[in-house]
């Protein structure tokens, strides 16, 4: 997890991933987070998972929560 998390391709996309929500998200922040969990997961985020993805990108960015995502079991591993 340590590895993946701090791969520098991983980082890298992270940062693509970021772009990529702004232009196709919009300004807002909620449209942001809908629009990343919607191309992560292939759904919207449960009320608890927005709340929480609003304040990471209110503090941290929006960086922070694509990084976050990509480092996700959900993300990483297909059931």
């Known amino acids: 997890a340590l590895t993946l998390s701090n791969n520098p391709f991983m ?5 693509y991933f970021a772009e990529r929500l702004k232009q196709d998200g919009g300004a807002k922040p ?3 987070i809908d629009r990343a969990f919607r191309l ?4 919207s985020p449960t009320p608890p998972e927005a709340q929480a993805a609003l304040q990471t990108v209110r503090t941290k960015g929006l960086f922070a929560l694509c990084h976050a995502l990509l480092n996700t079991n959900e993300f990483a591993y297909v059931d």
């Not at 992560?40 to 759904?43: E, H, S, T, Y």
């Open 40 to 43: 992560a997961f292939g759904r």
């Open 11 to 15: 980082l890298k996309q992270a940062g």
């Open 30 to 32: 909620a449209d942001q």
